[in-house]
């Protein structure tokens, strides 16, 4: 009679192989219950329970009050176990019958993949699997829907590791499609902006998302066509409106489509240009007046900026729409001089109030081989999956950041990577709609703006005098404090050529 033991593997089993097999390949599992026993054993099982009675309630107070810390340091983890045991494992066997993802041996055993273990972020499973000889990652991705109904997931994707392991990825929830996310409310007052917290929109734990302009820097943001890049410059530029208006933020637009998405708010812009060639003209103007701001504060002495400290001494905001159309379709030579220019506003300028915010649709290198020195980047829905990791860096989309899979109907949604967070956290930007931005124009270009009364020097104690003898030779250095930086003066009449950190 034919054989129809099921195996995950090739060998004959017996009772005690199968036990040392479960053990060798399970040893958190295992060495946790038997941890439990052998401390219900020695302290009393009543104990043990009142223990871990007092930890259950300690964690859903924690998971309450503070879901996102919560999930970091042991949600995830929880999670991962508890769906490994009652959901992954438990319908294994079914689903990779039904997907037709079994074989069978010469000996009439029926094999079955490996599910090796189980990763869980807020919004994605991650299932390792080790494929069976003679399967190819192909025979998965030709079931990926079926694979992603029977786990009652949204959508299911594949990664191959290495050779022979694989990652099933299971949506299971998309946060964005019951939170709203509410247009924050436009600041009126310039006490109320604050640079390192710029509100625009939603994490995926329905917390308010901010950009930081102080500690974040210069921003990237990688997006398909309509995935909603608009609503995130936007809606920067509307949380900074009060500064804006009075002239403490200086906005540089260069939107070489021209002026498709930037072109109804000329009014706010300090400078803006709509082609290639006035793109280059303004870049180099921008290069030119925070050089020569360098020179002038190194001259005075002054080794800080402070955000707003001085009239003189705006924020100036570079901003970018499509940096393919100034990097990659343009005439070589403007390419090769805007390349170099941004690199330099990149590199240099960060302690004099610089800061770029650029926008493009391939986060290619050849488009922007200057991407390592953006120290923030965001990724919207993108066109490919492997232009997530060149958008967020090397295995952002390993960790979780499916950029790619962000559907259509989403836009304004993206992935971003934060420093000392291994997983990266998905956010929404809200709609900035026409009106939203009508609004912006009139408030920030109203006449009746307020005058501001900056501190001079004497209030600020620059010494003018000592730093005229101090010449402008002096080294970079930036503090970690999160509104004030020292002064970066650089001796730079040579070109900076060499600034492709990709
Ligand atoms: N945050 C958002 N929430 C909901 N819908 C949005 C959001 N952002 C944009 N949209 C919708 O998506 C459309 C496309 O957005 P947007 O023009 O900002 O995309 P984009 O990435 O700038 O595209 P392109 O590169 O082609 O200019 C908008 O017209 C709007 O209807």
């Given at each position: 009679?034919?054989?129809?033991?099921?195996?995950a593997g090739e060998t004959e089993r017996t009772p005690?192989?199968?036990?040392?097999?479960?053990?060798?390949?399970?040893?958190?599992?295992?060495?946790?219950?038997?941890?439990?026993?052998?401390?219900?054993?020695?302290?009393?099982?009543?104990?043990?329970?009142?223990?871990?009675?007092?930890?259950?309630?300690?964690?859903?107070?924690?998971?309450?009050?503070?879901?996102?810390?919560?999930?970091?340091?042991?949600?995830?983890?929880?999670?991962?176990?508890?769906?490994?045991?009652?959901?992954?494992?438990?319908?294994?066997?079914?689903?990779?019958?039904?997907?037709?993802?079994?074989?069978?041996?010469?000996?009439?055993?029926?094999?079955?993949?490996?599910?090796?273990?189980?990763?869980?972020?807020?919004?994605?499973?991650?299932?390792?699997?080790?494929?069976?000889?003679?399967?190819?990652?192909?025979?998965?991705?030709?079931?990926?829907?079926?694979?992603?109904?029977?786990?009652?997931?949204?959508?299911?994707?594949?990664?191959?590791?290495?050779?022979?392991?694989?990652?099933?990825?299971?949506?299971?929830?998309?946060?964005?499609?019951?939170?709203?996310?509410?247009?924050?409310?436009?600041?009126?007052?310039?006490?109320?902006?604050?640079?390192?917290?710029?509100?625009?929109?939603?994490?995926?734990?329905?917390?308010?998302?901010?950009?930081?302009?102080?500690?974040?820097?210069?921003?990237?943001?990688?997006?398909?066509?309509?995935?909603?890049?608009?609503?995130?410059?936007?809606?920067?530029?509307?949380?900074?409106?009060?500064?804006?208006?009075?002239?403490?933020?200086?906005?540089?637009?260069?939107?070489?489509?021209?002026?498709?998405?930037?072109?109804?708010?000329?009014?706010?812009?300090?400078?803006?240009?709509?082609?290639?060639?006035?793109?280059?003209?303004?870049?180099?103007?921008?290069?030119?007046?925070?050089?020569?701001?360098?020179?002038?504060?190194?001259?005075?002495?002054?080794?800080?900026?402070?955000?707003?400290?001085?009239?003189?001494?705006?924020?100036?905001?570079?901003?970018?729409?499509?940096?393919?159309?100034?990097?990659?379709?343009?005439d070589r030579d403007i390419s090769r001089e805007f390349?170099?220019?941004?690199?330099?506003?990149?590199?240099?300028?960060?302690?004099?109030?610089?800061?770029?915010?650029?926008?493009?649709?391939?986060?290619?290198?050849?488009?922007?081989?200057?991407?390592?020195?953006?120290?923030?980047?965001?990724?919207?829905?993108?066109?490919?999956?492997?232009?997530?990791?060149?958008?967020?860096?090397?295995?952002?989309?390993?960790?979780?950041?499916?950029?790619?899979?962000?559907?259509?109907?989403?836009?304004?949604?993206?992935?971003?990577?934060?420093?000392?967070?291994?997983?990266?956290?998905?956010?929404?930007?809200?709609?900035?709609?026409?009106?939203?931005?009508?609004?912006?124009?009139?408030?920030?270009?109203?006449?009746?703006?307020?005058?501001?009364?900056?501190?001079?020097?004497?209030?600020?104690?620059?010494?003018?005098?000592?730093?005229?003898?101090?010449?402008?030779?002096?080294?970079?250095?930036?503090?970690?404090?999160?509104?004030?930086?020292?002064?970066?003066?650089?001796?730079?009449?040579?070109?900076?050529?060499?600034?492709?950190?990709?």
């Amino acid at each position: 009679m034919r054989d129809t033991r099921v195996t995950a593997g090739e060998t004959e089993r017996t009772p005690a192989r199968l036990l040392l097999r479960f053990l060798a390949r399970h040893p958190r599992s295992v060495g946790t219950l038997a941890a439990v026993t052998i401390t219900g054993a020695y302290v009393g099982f009543h104990v043990m329970l009142i223990g871990a009675g007092a930890t259950m309630a300690a964690g859903a107070s924690w998971a309450v009050l503070d879901r996102p810390t919560f999930d970091r340091f042991a949600g995830r983890w929880l999670r991962a176990w508890w769906r490994r045991w009652l959901t992954y494992h438990r319908k294994w066997q079914r689903v990779v019958f039904s997907c037709g993802l079994v074989q069978s041996s010469p000996k009439g055993d029926t094999r079955l993949p490996r599910l090796v273990s189980v990763r869980s972020a807020w919004c994605w499973d991650s299932v390792r699997v080790r494929l069976l000889d003679g399967q190819t990652p192909a025979d998965y991705e030709a079931v990926l829907d079926r694979l992603a109904s029977s786990y009652n997931a949204r959508r299911a994707t594949l990664r191959t590791l290495k050779p022979q392991v694989i990652s099933l990825d299971f949506q299971r929830r998309e946060p964005f499609d019951v939170l709203l996310t509410p247009l924050p409310e436009m600041p009126r007052e310039e006490h109320a902006v604050d640079l390192s917290r710029l509100p625009i929109g939603q994490d995926e734990y329905g917390r308010e998302f901010a950009l930081n302009l102080v500690d974040g820097l210069h921003h990237l943001f990688a997006g398909a066509t309509g995935a909603g890049k608009g609503s995130w410059m936007w809606g920067l530029l509307r949380a900074l409106a009060p500064w804006i208006r009075s002239g403490r933020v200086r906005l540089w637009v260069l939107d070489p489509k021209g002026g498709m998405e930037f072109g109804q708010g000329a009014e706010l812009f300090h400078r803006l240009a709509t082609d290639d060639q006035s793109g280059l003209d303004l870049a180099r103007e921008y290069v030119d007046t925070l050089d020569a701001r360098k020179t002038e504060m190194g001259r005075q002495g002054r080794r800080t900026w402070t955000p707003g400290d001085s009239a003189d001494y705006p924020l100036d905001l570079l901003i970018i729409d499509e940096l393919a159309s100034m990097t990659e379709y343009t005439d070589r030579d403007i390419s090769r001089e805007f390349e170099r220019l941004l690199s330099k506003a990149l590199a240099q300028f960060r302690a004099v109030g610089g800061r770029v915010v650029a926008a493009t649709q391939e986060p290619t290198k050849d488009v922007i081989p200057m991407r390592g020195l953006f120290p923030t980047k965001v990724a919207l829905r993108l066109e490919e999956a492997s232009y997530v990791d060149m958008a967020l860096g090397e295995g952002a989309r390993d960790r979780g950041a499916f950029a790619d899979q962000i559907p259509d109907y989403m836009p304004g949604v993206a992935y971003l990577t934060r420093e000392g967070h291994r997983e990266p956290l998905r956010v929404r930007a809200a709609y900035t709609s026409d009106e939203d931005i009508t609004e912006l124009l009139r408030f920030a270009t109203s006449t009746e703006a307020t005058v501001l009364n900056f501190p001079t020097d004497t209030d600020t104690g620059s010494n003018t005098d000592s730093a005229e003898a101090t010449g402008t030779e002096q080294t970079a250095t930036v503090t970690d404090s999160s509104d004030i930086e020292h002064i970066e003066v650089i001796d730079d009449g040579e070109d900076d050529d060499d600034f492709d950190a990709a």
